[in-house]
């Protein structure tokens, strides 16, 4: 199949090279002519494990090209999906000028039967504001749909490869008929391909979203029960997660969650309840716990050291807002750091992927160091962020010869709490107890 891919973000080049991957005639389409470049000499230009090697190839092979010409990048193709930002807006709804903008300008090119398809997630009703906007210029035959993504970053390649479920919205049989066999080597191992009305498939991606944001936050206030209650939240966690109506992912405790789906995702699903009247209870105490949660550990640190930080110098682990990937959109990380900083410590911190993005943002805030052990050269203590597995077991020997003090501040839980007190390290997580040393003062 020819296909069009408009927008060359997380969604459009994980969509459009995976689609490539599987023998289709793919163009991205970005307005942006140093990324297009860039692009099309292989410089991919998001971190995305696994993504290189299938872009490099397909590049190679002349399935996958770029252009920033949309009447160049959509004349052959049959199928186009709008992969466009849809960023929240100063009342938190989506903002969809980006995607109407595609919308009003492919009207005034199409020429011939092409399936238009929402990969962005976008509120309820986007499908029909679509195609009003493409009907106003255009005379020929054409269908809107929806196929909301549900991709994760980290491991993207191999849900886009291997989809849970396939969910799209449709009531042309036409347009369902190309989606199934656009699809069908996605499913071959009979995962469902779950066909639907547009409004529905809509609705889909922000209750999944939502609902996950929902489990986390819960699992965030249990933790903080745990810390009053003296019982261990891994335990807990352990003994719910075992039970098959519950299960056991989405159960781990943290300094909360962050990047480009939940937090926009659960805050437009609030602000399209409140447009037709409906008071979304539960979602508006995830979205303000979860706030709280950012900064979780400054208290603790606050505490720790009698209530005076100027001067103290931290090292910081983590500044993604998950491992796997370069992503720092609302990520705790920041926000751990702007509350240091205003209390006069230095921070010096070390993410495997992230640092650019930060130092893009933040400038000469923190200091950057080169490994996760030059991070610690001097500190007062060391907090820890994002999970990245290379922090998991680190050479606690060698941490000790360069922490100036051995006490960790940790929003992950990596370690275990027994293990890092025999180590003679102070140690306060979330959601268990502080492992305090015999010897500690």
Not at 58 to 81: C, M, P, Y
Not at 122 to 136: D, F, Q
Not at 279 to 298: P, Q, R, S, T, Y
Not at 383 to 408: C, D, G, H, Q
Request: aromatic share 10%.
């Amino acid at each position: 199949m020819k296909i069009a891919v408009v927008g060359t973000g997380y969604v459009g080049l994980v969509t459009g090279t995976c689609f490539a991957e599987t023998g289709n005639d793919v163009t991205c389409v970005d307005i942006d002519q140093k990324k297009v470049d860039k692009l099309s000499n292989g410089q991919i230009t998001i971190y995305e494990p696994g993504l290189e090697k299938l872009f490099l190839r397909n590049l190679r092979e002349e399935r996958l090209r770029f252009t920033t010409s949309l009447e160049d990048g959509i004349k052959d193709a049959t199928i186009i999906f709008l992969a466009l930002p849809t960023p929240p807006g100063e009342d938190g709804s989506a903002d969809l000028k980006y995607v109407l903008g595609v919308a009003d300008h492919l009207g005034k090119i199409l020429t011939g039967y092409k399936v238009i398809i929402d990969k962005s997630t976008v509120p309820v009703g986007t499908a029909e504001k679509v195609h009003a906007a493409i009907a106003k210029n255009c005379t020929c035959e054409f269908d809107v749909v929806s196929n909301p993504e549900f991709l994760r970053e980290g491991v993207a390649v191999e849900d886009f490869m291997k989809p849970d479920r396939v969910v799209i919205g449709t009531d042309s049989d036409k347009a369902r008929k190309i989606m199934s066999e656009l699809y069908a080597p996605f499913v071959r191992q009979g995962n469902p391909i779950i066909f639907m009305d547009e409004r529905s498939a809509e609705l889909t991606k922000y209750a999944a979203n939502s609902f996950l944001a929902t489990k986390i936050t819960f699992m965030n206030e249990i933790a903080l029960l745990c810390e009053k209650l003296n019982a261990d939240v891994d335990m807990v966690r352990r003994g719910i997660g075992s039970d098959e109506r519950i299960g056991k992912r989405f159960l781990f405790p943290g300094i909360g969650y962050g990047g480009s789906c939940f937090p926009k995702d659960v805050q437009a699903l609030v602000k399209s309840a409140t447009g037709v009247g409906y008071d979304f209870k539960i979602l508006n105490a995830v979205m303000d716990i979860n706030e709280g949660m950012k900064l979780h550990l400054v208290p603790k640190i606050k505490k720790y050291f009698k209530g005076n930080l100027k001067g103290r110098k931290f090292a910081l682990w983590g500044l993604a807002f998950k491992p796997n990937t370069d992503d720092i959109r609302e990520a705790p990380a920041l926000y751990i750091i702007d509350a240091l900083v205003a209390e006069g410590a230095e921070v010096t911190v070390f993410d495997p992927e992230a640092m650019n993005n930060v130092r893009s943002v933040i400038g000469d805030k923190v200091k950057y160091a080169d490994s996760q052990y030059d991070a610690l050269t001097g500190a007062d203590a060391l907090v820890i962020a994002t999970e990245w597995n290379e922090f998991r077991t680190p050479n606690f020997l060698k941490m000790v010869t360069v922490l100036k003090n051995k006490v960790i501040f940790d929003g992950r839980n990596l370690f275990d709490t027994d293990a890092i007190k025999e180590l003679g390290f102070y140690y306060e997580s979330v959601g268990r107890a502080v492992a305090v040393p015999t010897n500690h003062k």
